[in-house]
Structures are given as structure tokens and as C-alpha cells.
């Protein structure tokens, strides 16, 4: 077997991989395809699934009010403050970095290794497998590159610096960080590697919708040609993939009814991500919604402001005072992509073509109709369809706010987008987020730097 293999293994025992057989050598060796099943497993469960995208909430423009000290811990609340307030440096509190490098190892490893192995359940091909592995791969190169690189410029994106590749498992590598264009050409070449292997269309329930599957995998990628603004091509990879899944009707849900960020939901496609919440802990009241985002809603009608949270603060006879209002998710929901996201992406990617304008209009009025009451329909109807490409586009990024609230959309958003001024009061101070500012895209965090200065080259 190859030498990465064995490299891998050794950081399996060490991991405690207690699923793979020893070997009289006391070598840690998967050959079955239900251990390399159980090795790409322990690759989805590294990645951060908490942090990689609904924490740079706290970056954005949707959080007016900030609780720091109901973050985790008291040691954390400095360094929360620090990343509300874009102070990057040693002080802030690290976003997930070498997590995303974990998973990938897991997934090169799969991808290294697992066509030398024994077919032992003929019900999951090992093709499915590395397909999947494939998709991972480029999902946290996505996640990376979008976090850590250059937003997205097709007239740049070659110049511009972008992430460390993780292609390939070799302790002698050197990780520098490539292009952008580069980074995106592997996600791209990862795609159509796991389309070319993947057969499971869609995961049989919501235990299994973390893992990726062929229309898991269509809906990433129309994620990642609406970033590189190849609209046709997003649109057309949309609008193939929305018959296959329904939209949640707000106006008939009950409180049974699996909501749309939550795993179970009619419209969940991949469920790997969790909405802002907090794990070890509820910080369902730590963030007050900010009043321009709260002014987006028509408040009477839009259905979705019925699940936000009141926030109250109390006197000493616990007389409650309105703060805001905030999200109200349970730490188990968990969603990466959704039917709602598919029909936005059909709608902003139509509104540059204008052939397909007519019908991008009528893919953003099908999500509102099960978003906003009956009776307000007519009246939204005839205000989208006067609307020309620009102002489709502004209303497809407000609407992407409201659907996505604090579930880590709107920063990456604002940073393949317009970048604006976002200007933010903490501690009695004003701080200002310049449009365009350099800091709309995260410094390598201390920690990595430390163990690899090759990323500061």
C-alpha cells in the first residue's frame, strides 16, 4: 500500500479508529469498504460543523445588540468582542481552521486509497463512497476559500491569494496558499469527479442527509457557480434540481412541522451545518437582531418573523423590556443547503440573463408565496413583476437575508457581493467596517501560522 496510507494510520491509532482491524504488525489498515465507510464518516464529523459558516453572523450586519459574555465562557468574551468588532489578531477568537484541514485529510485518505479494497456490502458500492469523499474534499476547500481567500473575481481570481490546497496526503508537502482560481478549479474538478462516481440520488431519511448525494451534490454546485458568477450555468443546475424537492408552506405549518433549517424538513438537501445557536450552550439571547435587518420584514405579513425570539431584559420585580428580537434554533437543527436556497440561486443567476428574467422573477415569488401570508400576495406579485434586473437582484439579496437569518449566508453574501460599510457600537465605542474593506476576508488564524509559517508566503 502506498506510503500515505500508512501515514494515515498512523494518525488513526492515534485518533483511537477502533473500526479498522490491526494488523499482526500492529499496523492500523482499512481494507473493507465498510471501514473506508467509517473512515470518510469520521471525516464528515470533523468538519466544524458549528462554526465553519452560521458564527461569521457575528461579522455581518445581522446582529445589532452583542451579550459577549454569554459566549461559551467567561475567558471567551474578549475574543467574541474582538471578532463582532473586526479587531483581527491574536485576540479575537479563532474561526475554524485546522478543523477543515482534518476532514480533508479523511477525505484525501479515502480518495488515496479506497479502489484497492474488499467489496464487503454490495448494497453501498465503494464508488458512492469516494464520490462522497470527493464532495467533502471540495466542500471544506469551498468553506475555506471563502472564509480565508479572496472573495471570487473572474477578471482577478488568478492574482488573487487564495488557501492551502489539500490534495494529496504527504508529511513532506508544503502548504502554501495558491490562487483563488486555483482553488476553485479543484472544487470544480472534485464535483465532477464525485458526479461521475455518486448513484445514491437523494439520502433515504434525515439521519443520513449529512452525507452528500447526487442531488447534495448539484445543489453544492450551483452554490459554487453562483460564487463564480457563471450565471447560466448556476441557473441551469437550479432550476434541473427544484422539481425534485418542496417548499415548506409557512402559512400551513404546525408545531410538528419539521422547520426549514431543521435536518428533517421537507426541504433539507444536505444538513451538515448548524444554524446559530451555540453549542455547549444557548446563545439564543447573546445576540440582539439588528433594526436595519428587522426592517427588511413586513412584519404583518411575512410568516418568518413569527420564529424569531423575543429578547427581554427585567427590573426587580421581573417586569420584562423589550430588547429585540433574536433566532430562535435548538443546537440540534442542522442545515447546509436547502429547496429555498436553489430557488434564490435560480432567481439572482436569471436576473443577468435576460431571456430567463420573466421566470427568475416567478422562482422568487413560488418561495415567497410560502413565506408570506395569502392575502399579501397579490400585492407582491405585481411589485416583483415591475421589478427590472437591478432591482430583482436587490430583492433576491434581501430575501436571502430573511430565509437565511444567522445561518451564515449573509457574510459570505455581503463578501461576493457589494462589501458595504457596516458600522457597529460595542462598549460604548463605534466601529467601522469600511466598503470594501481588506477585512472582509479573515487573516490565517495565530494558531496555523504558528505550525506553518509557509502560509505567510
Known sequence: MKKSAYILLAACGLAACNYLEIEPVGQVIPHKTSEFRALLTTGYYAYPFSEAQSYTCLLADEVGTIDASAFWNASDAVPIGYNYTWQYGTQMLEYPYQYFYQSLFYANAVIENIRDADVDDADEPWEQILGEAYALRAYNHFQLVNLYGQPYNPNTADQDRGIALSNLIDIEQKYR???VAAVYALILEDIAEA???MSVERQPDNTRNYRFSI?????FKARVLLYMQRWQEAYDTAVALIPKYELLDLN??????????????C???????RPFSGSGGDLRNACVLAESLLGLFDKENDLRFNYLKEINTYDEFWTPTLLGYGVDRSSSDKISIRAAEIYLIAAEAGSYLP???PAARQ???DLQAKRLKAEAMEAQQRKIEGMGAEELRVEVANERAREFLMEGHRWMDLRRTTRP???KSYNGSVYTLNANDSRYTLPFPQSAIASNPELNN
Do not use: F, G, K, V
Not at 267 to 273: H, R, S, T, Y
Open 421 to 423: 460599510s457596516i458600522t
Open 267 to 273: 426541504e433539507a438537501i444536505l444538513a451538515m451545518d
Open 195 to 197: 458526479e461521475r462516481l
Open 215 to 219: 442531488n447534495a451534490l448539484a445543489a
Open 177 to 179: 496558499p495558491t490562487n
Open 355 to 357: 431571456a430567463e428574467l
Open 252 to 265: 400551513t405549518a404546525t408545531e410538528e412541522t419539521a422547520l426549514p433549517w431543521q435536518a428533517a424538513s
Open 363 to 365: 422562482y422568487l415569488l
